[in-house]
């Protein structure tokens, strides 16, 4: 469980580091089954937008009970799974994903998602850690970001340089295992993987259910081969659907 100075730290900087580590197995685990996604869609070795699209095997990391205790005490007892990535930056071939919101691709109202990342690999500012701009998140609302369709992006809406001061940024090192917890609204980033270890992150995105999925929205992201995010399913975790609109694909 988060204590009162970390739940203090997400809501105050938008991010927080638990003292969590995810087991050794369930982390072998993880790296098993991108093991074998990747080996059925080798395009997917860097980057994948919908895991859940591929292989349901992640819902068992969603379930563990430990990070639904984290998310419910920074969104509520009542939370839904929308999705799941996984960001791989393989050694020395590692995309940059550009500065950015992640509330900006993403159909919900009132926007709001507590993502969880997930380091399968260490990860360091050598091989593309996640930077973020402390703070950032607190006006909770969307800054301008420009369509930047430049190779070597894993994502194509950029944040406008004018939003914000880069040399704000501080790195989140995590060890394998490790976890991180963040705002939909913080500004983040992350550089290419230049190194000789990969840098393979695995996210879970979680709502509460207050907010709604809006399954007929279109979106900014438009990319050849990516699940739209009209067409995501969505699981109910914990508690129920505070809204009455989410449409489940099922319940735990």
């Known amino acids: 469980m988060l ?52 292989d349901t095997w992640y819902l068992t990391v969603a ?19 929308w999705n799941s990535s996984f960001f791989a930056k393989p050694a020395r071939v590692g995309t940059k994903t550009p500065w950015h919101q992640d509330g900006e691709y993403w159909p919900i109202e009132p926007l709001a998602t507590c993502t969880v990342w997930i380091a399968v690999d260490a990860s360091t500012p050598e091989n593309g850690c996640l930077r973020v701009i402390p703070g950032s998140h607190k006006p909770q609302r969307l800054a301008r970001h420009n369509a ?13 340089s004018r939003e914000f001061d880069e040399s704000q940024a501080v790195d ?3 060890e394998r295992g490790q976890v991180s917890l963040h705002d939909v609204y913080l ?22 259910t ?6 007929d929205r279109p979106t900014r992201f438009q990319r050849e081969g990516v699940l739209e995010m009209s067409q995501r399913t969505i699981y109910l975790m914990r508690g ?9 694909c099922m319940r735990y």
Do not use: W
């Open 240 to 248: 129920v659907d505070r809204s009455g609109k989410n449409d489940f």
């Open 172 to 174: 989140i090192v995590l």
């Open 187 to 208: 500004y983040h980033g992350s550089e290419a993987n230049h190194s000789e270890h990969s840098r393979r992150g695995m996210t879970l995105r979680y709502l509460p």
């Open 3 to 54: 204590t009162d100075a970390q739940i203090k730290q997400y809501h105050e900087l938008g991010f927080v580091t638990p003292d969590y580590r995810l087991p050794e197995d369930v982390i072998r685990d993880i790296g098993e089954a991108h093991a074998r996604l990747i080996a059925r869609y080798p395009d997917l070795n860097d980057y994948c937008s919908a895991l859940l699209a591929f």
């Open 148 to 160: 930047n369709d430049a190779p070597g992006l894993a994502l194509n809406l950029e944040l406008d």
């Open 63 to 81: 379930r563990i009970p430990e990070i639904l205790d984290m998310v419910c005490q920074v969104i509520g007892d009542d939370v839904a799974l």
């Open 210 to 215: 207050t907010s709604v999925y809006c399954h």
